[in-house]
């Protein structure tokens, strides 16, 4: 008697086979999805290095006086956040210009202090979002009269009206100029 597999048997591996291979299938899906929103993510980092990094550079210069730092106001306002939403409470359909005006006020505030000089940094928005996989961007410069701490808190996101739910990228710049004479 010859010893071999019956159509049941053969039938049954089949189907162990072909659940593990629609499971392995299902996962590409999730796989695909996780990497464009890698993707995305590290293009929303670079676009935050990029406008941050000026910022932070020319607020932490060290021949900056206590008398200038004192004056840098908060950028657009002392809102934050609320100013980038309508009067409906929807995010506005532009955010980046609004980004980009805070962006030009607050380098202008510094260049007229000798800070943010062409061969430093950038003193106007030089980005455009396809750069960064055409991210809407939102920037706030937040700082107290008296404190010796500038807040700048950027945020981007494909999706307009997603701008304050995407993840926030944020530096805190310490007072370090002298004293004035």
């Known amino acids: 008697m010859k010893r071999a597999f019956t159509l049941m048997e053969v039938n049954l591996a089949i189907l162990i086979m072909a659940?593990?291979?629609?499971?392995?299938?299902?996962?590409?899906?999730l796989g695909f999805r996780e990497n464009r929103q890698s993707v995305?993510?590290?293009?929303?980092?670079?676009?935050?290095?990029?406008?941050?990094?000026?910022l932070v550079m020319a607020i932490s210069s060290t021949n900056l006086k206590w008398s200038v730092f004192r004056t840098i106001p908060s950028f657009p306002s002392e809102a934050?956040?609320?100013?980038?939403?309508n009067s409906d409470g929807i995010v506005e359909s532009n955010p980046e210009s609004k980004a980009a005006t805070v962006f030009g006020q607050a380098m202008s505030k510094l260049a007229a202090a000798g800070l943010a000089s062409e061969d430093t940094t950038a003193t106007s928005w030089s980005w455009s979002s396809s750069q960064f996989g055409d991210a809407k961007a939102g920037l706030i410069v937040m700082h107290d009269q008296d404190s010796a701490i500038?807040?700048?808190?950027?945020?981007?996101?494909?999706?307009?009206?997603?701008?304050?739910?995407?993840?926030?990228?944020?530096?805190?710049?310490?007072?370090?100029?002298?004293?004035n004479e």
């Open 19 to 29: 659940g593990g291979i629609l499971s392995i299938v299902g996962l590409y899906s």
């Open 40 to 54: 995305e993510d590290v293009a929303t980092a670079a676009y935050a290095d990029a406008v941050i990094s000026p």
């Open 80 to 85: 934050g956040w609320a100013d980038y939403f």
């Open 150 to 179: 500038v807040r700048i808190g950027f945020r981007a996101t494909k999706v307009t009206g997603m701008l304050l739910s995407a993840p926030m990228y944020y530096a805190e710049v310490r007072f370090q100029g002298k004293a």
